[in-house]
């Protein structure tokens, strides 16, 4: 249950971020599903740029409160406390502009924790334009099923008007169930044949060592096939992301050469797939932000793609996963084996489960480490990462595996530029062992 004060302050924020809409009418674009929303909100802002003008919500603003600020142009940078004092006056500021200095666009991350979530944004919102990336088992501590997590989620696709835009993912069956389910017009975006923006031939571009430093691929649309590269991008699932964004700009009347050119310029924000050298010259793949399985298994999926002299997984518990938590966390050996990695390093109460599951396969005990926190865990990482090695760190946010990154890349003095969640707010937390579930 919110407190009184909670609520006053979500109110408060709703009405300040209608009186913004109502005075510039901004074409607003919402992005939800269980995985992939940031990446997404990410290349779309980065297409849309290119033409018009642009904001996407900063950080993690994508709840009943963060959602306001970004409307209103709060950063997500300094103290939360005093963000919200200066809310009212950030308010009389913008709808005191004359709108040609507003953005013409808002792209907007929606993220939901709860039933009732999805109409609560939407209550205020009004999006034109809808994507939907992914429906997993992701917060089923809350939703207790998919199919809940599912029909919350697809409320901003069926809420679309008739004039809006749908933006689906053809890979994802229970994302295209919606495809009948709305007014809207439906372009489709993934892998897949069926898909109306699909991306064919994909490969990496490596250095003069062999080191991977980006992909490329076909982007096919309408029987035409353009050629894109994705500079600092590795991972399968930001190809999605680029196509979402493809998608979106197509409606908007975009050349499909023009959305092309603007995607070199995306990149993948701190915390997802972020790639960048380690100590004693290994490569680091940064993938600490969050995790859910189908996160997981993806990163796993690209980890063993990538190659290098050795591949190391570090891997904290995936929370929020209610009575999924246990079969998931025992799949994660699978996924381990699968990808062929050599050495393993995990953390948290539900990691042992992994570890059990992984050394009663037959995979070499001496191989699989367990800690208590994450420093210990990037301590020991660091000293088993030799040249040419590739380590991946991923866990959910509340393992903060960011700081056993921050022991394993080369330049430690680069964290607050490279790494997610360097706010000295988040830094002071502290971490126990007994989060997971």
Not at 150 to 165: A, D, Q, W, Y
Request: hydrophobic content about 45%; charged content about 25%; aromatic content about 6%.
């Amino acid at each position: 249950m919110k407190s009184f004060l909670v609520r006053f302050l979500e109110s408060a924020l709703r009405l300040m971020a209608i009186l913004v809409l109502r005075r510039h009418r901004p074409i607003v674009i919402g992005i939800t599903g269980s995985v992939g929303k940031s990446s997404t909100k990410e290349a779309i802002a980065t297409v849309l740029s290119a033409r018009f003008r642009v904001r996407e919500s900063p950080g993690n603003f994508n709840n009943e409160i963060g959602v306001p600020l970004a409307i209103l142009g709060s950063s997500s940078s300094g103290n939360s406390k005093l963000r919200l004092a200066c809310a009212p006056f950030r308010c009389l500021a913008t709808l005191l502009l004359p709108r040609s200095r507003y953005p013409e666009m808002l792209v907007l991350e929606l993220g939901i924790d709860r039933v009732g979530d999805m109409d609560y944004l939407l209550g205020f919102l009004s999006p034109t334009v809808g994507v939907l990336t992914a429906i997993s088992t992701s917060h089923l501590e809350f939703f207790k099923t998919v199919s809940v997590v599912s029909r919350e989620k697809g409320k901003l696709i069926t809420g679309l008007p008739k004039n809006g835009l749908a933006v689906l993912n053809v890979d994802e069956p229970r994302v295209m169930k919606f495809r009948d389910k709305t007014k809207a017009t439906v372009l489709s975006y993934g892998f897949d044949e069926a898909a109306d923006v699909r991306a064919t031939h994909i490969s990496f571009f490596r250095d003069t060592v062999g080191a991977p430093i980006g992909t490329s691929f076909k982007m096919e649309y309408e029987g035409k096939s353009i050629p894109v590269r994705l500079p600092n991008v590795i991972a399968e699932h930001h190809i999605g992301a680029a196509l979402a964004a493809a998608a979106v700009g197509i409606h908007f009347k975009m050349n499909p050469l023009e959305v092309a050119e603007a995607l070199r310029n995306f990149r993948s924000l701190p915390g997802r797939m972020r790639l960048f050298e380690g100590v004693h010259r290994s490569l680091i793949v940064d993938d600490t932000y969050n995790a859910s399985p189908k996160s997981l298994e993806a990163a796993l999926k690209t980890l063993g793609s990538l190659g290098g002299v050795r591949r190391l997984a570090a891997l904290g518990d995936m929370l929020e996963l209610g009575a999924e938590s246990e079969f998931s966390h025992r799949a994660v050996a699978e996924w381990l084996k699968g990808c062929d990695v050599q050495e393993v390093f995990l953390l948290g109460k539900a990691m042992l489960l992994a570890k059990e599951t992984l050394e009663r396969s037959g995979f070499p005990s001496e191989q699989v480490h367990w800690f208590l926190d994450p420093e210990s865990l990037g301590t020991q990482l660091a000293a088993s990462l030799r040249e040419g090695d590739i380590a991946l760190l991923k866990g959910s946010q509340g393992m903060r595996l960011e700081k056993a990154v921050e022991i394993v890349m080369a330049e430690p003095s680069r964290a607050r530029e490279l790494l997610c969640r360097q706010s000295e707010e988040w830094k002071r937390k502290p971490f126990t062992v007994a989060v997971s579930d």
